[in-house]
């Protein structure tokens, strides 16, 4: 299951077959409640997005970095991009 969704994720997101994927794109977390992805996730689907979404793909990067969370106290955990927010944010622009 999980090569299948290995190989989802980079044909979604035009990746070639030797192009690593971020871990986080294709399991889920213990609750599946997470509103977070990692930053490279984020990156990486940024063009699609702004595909979808007609929209210019630097504006849809700089959503995603106003829209990712720093570590805790700059050393604990990793950044992450809060897909809510991002995608309530992506749902404001006119």
């Known amino acids: 299951a999980l090569k299948d969704r290995i190989a989802a994720y980079r044909a979604e997101n035009g990746l070639k077959e030797t192009d690593a994927v971020p871990a986080d794109a294709v399991t889920a977390s213990g609750s599946g409640l997470d509103p977070h992805i990692s930053l490279r996730n984020a990156e990486l689907q940024a063009p699609r997005v702004a595909k979808a979404r007609n929209l210019d793909e630097v ?36």
Do not use: F, H, Y
């Open 59 to 94: 504006k849809t990067r700089d959503l995603i970095k106003q829209n990712t969370d720093t570590v805790d106290l700059g050393i604990l955990g990793e950044s992450g991009v809060n897909v809510l927010k991002l995608n309530l944010a992506l749902d404001s622009l006119p």
